[in-house]
T-cell receptor, first 113, second 115 residues
Framework: AQSVTQLDSQVPVFEEAPVELRCNYSSSVSVYLFWYVQYPNQGLQLLLKYLSGSTLVKSINGFEAEFNKSQTSFHLRKPSVHISDTAEYFCAVINSGNTPLVFGKGTRLSVIA | NAGVMQNPRHLVRRRGQEARLRCSPMKGHSHVYWYRQLPEEGLKFMVYLQKENIIDESGMPKERFSAEFPKEGPSILRIQQVVRGDSAAYFC?????????????FGPGTRLTVL
């Protein structure tokens, strides 16, 4: 069975500082990986995804994540955060066999002015 | 181009009552997924439906919960005889093709409170 571990439940960071949100997964087959963001009282929005090809994927708002197969990780990074990045971030995995999307417990990013 | 719609946004029920949650997928999407989010937890898959068919209900509790996605109208998640432990946020997502690589688009959720 697949599982996703987000190692940090909360990450406080000062504005304009860099941030890394960690995500590790376990699966015995090929996987596709996703990061979703949830703003307060809203649904989840897709931030970026890895399906195949280049292991480094980027979002339009400056986030990037790198798929590392040997370490089974898909950490999310941003070199300089803004107040508006304050939200909960969820890592998710699905395998090529079409089993359900499995989410981590989430990391709450708080950007401090 | 409207996104995934869910209603009601907030629902309060007393123990033993029924809760009906509705989800209208994005235009052109025929695949619907329901997830439950408990406090301090990630989303847990409940059920995956196509029009008039349940494809995967491996995450649905065996009793009191049911889901449908009729030919016409929204998908409905129904919880009978609610208990306090059913209090959670319920999210619906839709996708156009239903494959593993298909992005799922989420609605704003229905927050169910059971008194």
């Amino acid at each position: 069975a697949q599982s996703v571990t987000q190692l940090d439940s909360q990450v406080p960071v000062f504005e304009e500082a860099p941030v890394e949100l960690r995500c590790n997964y376990s699966s015995s087959v090929s996987v596709y990986l996703f990061w979703y963001v949830q703003y307060p009282n809203q649904g989840l929005q897709l931030l970026l995804k890895y399906l195949s090809g280049s292991t480094l994927v980027k979002s339009i708002n400056g986030f990037e994540a790198e798929f590392n197969k040997s370490q089974t990780s898909f950490h999310l990074r941003k070199p300089s955060v803004h107040i508006s990045d304050t939200a909960e971030y969820f890592c998710a995995v699905i395998n090529s066999g079409n089993t359900p999307l499995v989410f981590g417990k989430g990391t709450r990013l708080s950007v401090i002015a | 181009n409207a996104g995934v719609m869910q209603n009601p946004r907030h629902l309060v029920r007393r123990r033993g009552q029924e809760a009906r949650l509705r989800c209208s997928p994005m235009k052109g999407h025929s695949h619907v997924y329901w997830y439950r989010q408990l406090p301090e937890e990630g989303l847990k898959f409940m059920v995956y439906l196509q029009k008039e068919n349940i494809i995967d209900e491996s995450g649905m509790p065996k009793e009191r919960f049911s889901a449908e996605f009729p030919k016409e109208g929204p998908s409905i998640l129904r919880i009978q005889q609610v208990v306090r432990g059913d209090s959670a946020a319920y999210f619906c997502a839709s996708s156009p093709r239903g494959g593993s690589t298909d992005t799922q688009y989420f609605g704003p959720g229905t927050r169910l409170t059971v008194l």
